[in-house]
């Protein structure tokens, strides 16, 4: 495989579940991201990982909980969600924490 | 403002060209991009311009950046149905990370 790919593909959780998105990138990357699209809204930077470390946390909700085990792999587990965290989530990769990034497909995620 | 604007919506005639619009607010970026999104599909990187340059044209792509007006512009020329599409500006700001506005959602109608 090649590139970033991101599982699953589409995600359907009512709010009391608890799930996690995955995220591998065989790029040979050290930092990874997660965002959140939503409709007529910008790309919203979640968080940023540089070597495993988290770099960024822009005031995300303690519902989403992202989880990097290695330069590879970025996980964000969810719980307790809400209807609008309805969204695509997106993972990204880059080297050195230096645009430009890389994306997966992402996660197609509904809250009912 | 704080977020990077574009329209979010834009329809041509296959075979126009297409102009996508955008403003960005940190003037110390020192790339300005553009991304892609076909349905289904995460973000492609399209083409990129660096801060000092006013144009680049790669192919049926041209990228003008005025950076007084902070203003970013994609020109896609002789737009196909395959360019439907929607298309992301992005700028570099806050300790290196890329801030994207809403997108344009470009329809090329046959």
């Known amino acids: 495989e090649t590139g970033v790919t991101q599982t699953p593909r589409h995600l359907v959780m009512g709010m009391t579940n608890k799930k996690s998105l995955k995220c591998e990138q065989h790029l040979g990357h050290n930092a990874m991201y997660w965002y959140k699209q939503s409709a007529k809204k910008p790309l919203e930077l979640m968080f940023v990982?540089?070597?495993?470390?988290?770099?960024e946390n822009n005031s995300v909700p303690s519902r989403f909980s992202p989880e990097c085990p290695n330069s590879s792999h970025l996980f964000l587990h969810l719980h307790t969600l809400q209807p609008e965290d309805s969204a695509l989530y997106l993972c990204?990769?880059?080297?050195?924490?230096?645009?430009?990034?890389?994306f997966g497909n992402g996660t197609r995620l509904t809250v009912t | 403002g704080e977020d990077v604007e574009q329209s979010l919506f834009l329809s041509v005639r296959e075979g126009d060209s297409s102009v996508i619009n955008c403003t960005y607010t940190?003037?110390?970026?020192?790339?300005l991009y553009w991304y892609k999104q076909e349905p289904g599909a995460g973000l492609q990187l399209l083409t990129y311009?660096?801060?000092?340059?006013d144009m680049k044209q790669d192919q049926r792509l041209t990228v003008l950046l005025n950076k007084k007006d902070k203003h970013l512009s994609l020109r896609i020329a002789d737009t196909q149905t395959g360019d439907s599409a929607i298309y992301f500006c992005a700028e570099i700001k806050e300790a290196n990370n890329l801030f994207f506005g809403t997108g344009t959602r470009l329809t090329v109608i046959p």
């Open positions: 940190d003037s110390s970026s020192t790339y």
């Open positions: 990982y540089n070597f495993k470390e988290q770099t």
């Open positions: 311009i660096f801060s000092n340059m």
């Open positions: 990204a990769s880059s080297q050195d924490r230096v645009p430009p990034l890389h």
